[in-house]
């Protein structure tokens, strides 16, 4: 049985980190790589910046008649390995020295970061299923920690998963794995709103607390 579910958990890791590469002919960064490996294959970033999740890269690639012609996001997590990328064509109107001053009121890099970071839907319910039909909560906590050893949750994700669990001790539990792998704590009441009572909620805030 403990080898079945084993298969299970790595059938779910491979399906949910299926992200291929990228860079040059699509094939040269890799999710994983350092920034040393970044920097051998794109050279240094024009843009440097940082948050909660890690640091980010920002590329401009020359398109010879035009300035730019294609902008490239890099994202790392703490321990400097690569965990989202992005190319982004730009449109004529968009190719001068202002476009990367105007997009949103979180910035570019953000957006996409955050975009990127969590899983697609599709990769989602291939998670949410296995977990809803585990036969017991230990298999259905297994699935959720190995899941969170590879992917990252929207805030949206977590609390779905979270509803799968009967009893609030173990949604709390299970919130303990997914937490360091969130990509939008700014929508944690979407994952407060799980708990009915504010002790509940209160321990959840300690876990997602610092981050």
Request: hydrophobic share 35%; net charge neutral; with cysteine.
């Amino acid at each position: 049985m403990k080898n079945i579910l084993t298969a299970t958990l790595l059938c779910v890791i491979l399906a949910l980190n299926g992200a291929g590469a990228y860079g040059k002919d699509k094939v040269a960064v890799r999710r994983g790589m350092t920034k040393q490996e970044v920097t051998a294959i794109l050279g240094q970033p024009e843009d440097v910046s940082f948050d909660y999740y890690g640091e980010q890269w920002e590329y401009y690639k020359n398109g010879g008649i035009t300035k730019y012609d294609k902008r490239i996001f890099v994202g790392f997590d703490s321990e400097g390995r690569v965990v989202t990328f992005r190319s982004v064509s730009l449109r004529p109107d968009d190719r001068d020295d202002d476009y990367h001053k105007r997009g949103t009121d979180v910035g570019p890099m953000r957006r996409y970061f955050v975009d990127e970071f969590c899983m697609d839907e599709r990769s989602f319910s291939v998670l949410y299923d296995k977990v809803k039909d585990a036969s017991f909560s230990d298999n259905k906590f297994d699935l959720v920690e190995v899941a969170s050893l590879g992917c990252y949750f929207s805030c949206g994700q977590c609390a779905r998963i979270l509803n799968l669990f009967p009893f609030t001790s173990d949604k709390l539990k299970a919130l303990q794995f997914m937490a360091p792998r969130i990509s939008d704590y700014q929508n944690a009441n979407v994952i407060y709103s799980v708990f009915d009572f504010d002790s509940d909620k209160a321990r959840a805030a300690e876990i997602l607390g610092g981050r």
